[in-house]
């Protein structure tokens, strides 16, 4: 399962060279779907992925505390894991800047994985479309700083995770339009529920250019255990619209 997640979220991880044991930052990836579609999960799964390959720690950002945290594999109780994972909690969007923008002066290590959950909750208290490129473009260039800081072969991944709203809010498709322009590379979620008790989504990979489109299935068991496997006819076209705002429709 580690295998297929990294393939799910490596552009925005990293992507390992040859037989050497160093690793280099994926493109930023922008993470898509609606509410309940297992974003956050799969974000905390992506942490926990970067704190164990023995590199630098793991800044997660969001606007709250989570109320529990997903658990996705055996590595979610590793401490050793969890203790390299920093979260912290800008409540606006005024905190946020001024965190990104202060990240020259942190001391310590720099991560090597940024994660950015909610970003629509940042965006909500902007006043236009140029609001919403600054933040995007800070946030690459703070993951950029932290690359420098990493060292050659290394580098600092990007993940971003954005909730879509309903089909037809021409907001949010011009939103995810704009966005599209700094995070080519994006990963689609879709929620199903195949029976009473069962969670799964359908996960769309757009490596934007950069390889060959994927889609997975992702489900989360009743003890909140989630699994990855290919989806059947990924070979295919990818079902997944990317053009409406919600995420498209199967």
Not at 77 to 86: F, S
Not at 199 to 216: F, I, M, T, V, Y
Not at 241 to 250: E, L, N, T
Request: glycine share 12%.
């Amino acid at each position: 399962m580690a295998e297929t997640l990294r393939r799910v979220l490596n552009l925005g991880t990293s992507a390992r060279s040859g037989e050497e044991d160093t690793a280099e930052a994926g493109p930023p990836l922008l993470l898509l779907g609606g509410p309940g579609s297992g974003k956050t999960a799969l974000l905390f799964a992506a942490a926990l992925e970067a704190a164990g390959e023995g590199r630098g720690p793991v800044l997660f950002l969001t606007r709250r505390p989570l109320q529990s945290l997903p658990r996705g594999t055996g590595a979610a109780l590793d401490p050793l894991r969890l203790q390299k994972i920093r979260f912290q909690y800008p409540p606006s969007t005024h905190e946020l800047l001024q965190l990104l923008c202060s990240a020259h002066e942190a001391r310590g290590p720099a991560p090597s994985l940024l994660l950015l959950d909610g970003l629509e909750e940042y965006l909500v208290e902007d006043q236009g479309p140029q609001d919403a490129a600054y933040l995007a473009a800070l946030l690459l260039d703070t993951a950029a700083h932290f690359s420098h800081q990493t060292g050659p072969g290394q580098g600092c991944g990007l993940i971003v995770a954005l909730q879509t709203q309903e089909e037809g809010v021409s907001g949010d498709a011009l939103q995810v339009s704009l966005l599209q322009r700094y995070f080519p590379a994006q990963c689609w979620l879709q929620a199903e529920t195949p029976g009473p008790g069962q969670h799964r989504l359908r996960a769309c990979l757009d490596p934007g250019g950069l390889g060959p489109r994927a889609e997975w299935w992702v489900a989360f068991r009743p003890n909140g255990e989630m699994t990855i496997t290919p989806w059947p006819t990924q070979a295919g076209n990818l079902s997944l619209d990317k053009g409406s705002s919600s995420g498209g429709q199967p």
